[in-house]
């Protein structure tokens, strides 16, 4: 599955209500690859249970509330 929102923010709403429903409700996605902070920012997030990996993000933490990286064990990793 492919999703991209072309630096659209009505389409990028779309997208992650559309992902977010198909990870909870049909289930056949098993891991995330998710590129770019705004896509970081819909999904490093509670809203599903598939494991997602964040790649080509300028601040991880930042993409994130810090509530979630310190309540839920969300690891960023930093290789310069």
């Given at each position: 599955?492919y999703?991209?929102?072309?630096?659209?923010?009505?389409?990028?709403?779309k997208?992650k209500?559309e992902?977010?429903?198909?990870?909870n409700q049909?289930?056949d996605?098993?891991?995330?690859?998710?590129?770019?902070?705004?896509?970081?920012?819909?999904l490093a997030?509670n809203?599903?249970s598939?494991?997602?990996?964040l790649?080509?993000?300028?601040?991880?933490?930042?993409?994130?509330?810090?509530?979630?990286?310190e309540?839920?064990?969300?690891?960023?990793?930093?290789n310069?």
């Amino acid at each position: 599955a492919y999703w991209s929102a072309n630096w659209d923010k009505d389409i990028q709403k779309k997208n992650k209500e559309e992902l977010i429903t198909r990870l909870n409700q049909k289930q056949d996605i098993d891991l995330v690859l998710s590129f770019g902070t705004r896509a970081g920012k819909d999904l490093a997030n509670n809203f599903h249970s598939v494991p997602t990996m964040l790649f080509s993000i300028s601040d991880p933490l930042q993409a994130t509330s810090y509530s979630i990286v310190e309540s839920n064990n969300f690891l960023f990793s930093n290789n310069g």
